[in-house]
């Protein structure tokens, strides 16, 4: 199944405007420590957490670990918000992390700086489209990626995060399952070779790991040829065949911890850079190159969705009534299925006994 042409169009376009029409402008030390004080205060006020992900600016990370809150993956996000006392979570991400975040704790209030911040994957599989192409396919299990939207993840047998992807497959592989996989196709590409599992694919990708290219990794290679290449699984197989290690966010933080090379090349979202130096500060940090010679840049390796997120949007984020997730309770009941499920086998993962389903 591919995403239709008009769709993929409708993504770079706003992805462009989105860029065009960005503010460029830099606020001043003065201004920056206003609205950092504005935002503290105001979590106090109204009894919030604010949750981060790695790819946002390092000031937005910066004030979540200094008001208690969390950077992490999107998965953790949720974790972290729904075991908090908090009664509001504040999450400056994406779209879906705020649904998931919802879905995971329906009684507390789900605030964002935007609900504009949205990702390519969440809107290249919409669930007009993609529940009929499972309904045409009953005999496999419906595997979805987090990057997707409350409806879809309702939808789906499944729900899998970029650390666990691997070991779904392999598990529902080993008990004979075959899978539909959406909607990243590099990623399912790299667990179908990596398991060796029967995966019918969706066609989507992100904007972001999609512009990193073999060549450019090649010729960054022959600069610092002493550099471990770190690649997220989004990435496209060309450049993963060039990686030391593959792994999520969260994992690539660690491998740069665990590997004795004191360089790495990275390709995935820079945001990264900012916890990466914090546990490898004697390290150096490169940012794989994106899109080629000649070619138009699109994320430059930071998601302009992510760069919605700042200081300004988030110093009003309690005033507007225009940005709270909110999740359909019966959609919310339906997603929590699969999310218990991978929950559940992550846990199990731990102690090394796994469940039949």
């Known amino acids: 199944m591919s995403i239709a042409s008009d769709r993929l169009e409708v993504i770079r376009k706003q992805v462009e405007e989105h860029l065009d029409h960005a503010e460029k402008h830099t606020l001043s030390d003065e201004q920056a420590e206003a609205l950092r004080q504005q935002i503290k205060q105001r979590l106090i006020d109204e009894d919030a957490v604010l949750v981060a992900h790695y790819y946002t600016a390092p000031e ?13 993956d999107s998965l953790e996000m949720a974790r972290f918000g729904h075991d908090h006392d ?10 879906f992390m705020g649904e998931t975040a919802k879905i995971l704790t329906p009684e507390k209030r789900v605030i964002m700086p935007t609900l504009d911040a949205t990702c390519s994957l969440d809107i290249g599989c919409p669930i007009e489209e993609f529940g009929p192409f499972c309904d045409a396919h009953p005999d496999r299990k419906v595997v979805v990626y987090a990057n997707t939207s409350a409806a879809v993840k309702a939808r789906a047998d499944w729900v899998v995060t970029s650390s666990i992807a691997l070991d779904v497959a392999e598990y529902l592989h080993d008990q004979g399952e075959k899978i539909i996989w959406a909607p990243d196709r590099h990623l399912g590409d790299y667990v179908q070779r990596q398991t060796g599992a029967d995966i019918l694919m969706w066609d989507g990708a992100c904007i972001v790991h999609e512009e990193f290219k073999a060549r450019g990794v090649q010729d960054l290679k022959q600069v610092y040829p002493e550099a471990a290449v770190l690649v997220h699984p989004e990435s496209p197989a060309s450049v993963i065949e060039l990686a030391d ?48 010679h000649g070619a138009t840049c699109l994320s430059c390796a930071n998601c302009p969705w992510m760069a919605m997120n700042e200081l300004e949007t988030l110093a009003g984020a309690f005033d507007r009534t225009d940005n709270e997730i909110l999740v359909d309770p019966a959609v919310g009941e339906r997603a929590m299925v699969p999310l218990r499920r991978m929950l559940d086998f992550a846990r199990q993962l731990k102690t090394g006994v796994l469940a039949a389903d």
């Open 86 to 95: 908090a009664t509001t979570l504040v999450v400056a991400g994406v779209r």
């Open 60 to 72: 937005i990370q910066a004030l979540a670990e200094e008001t208690g809150g969390c950077v992490s």
């Open 245 to 292: 290690r593959v792994g999520s966010t969260t994992q690539i933080i660690k491998a740069a911890q665990d590997m004795e090379q004191q360089q790495f090349i990275v390709a995935t979202d820079q945001g990264i850079f900012y916890k990466m130096q914090q546990v490898v500060p004697d390290k150096e940090l490169i940012i794989a190159p994106t899109a080629g």
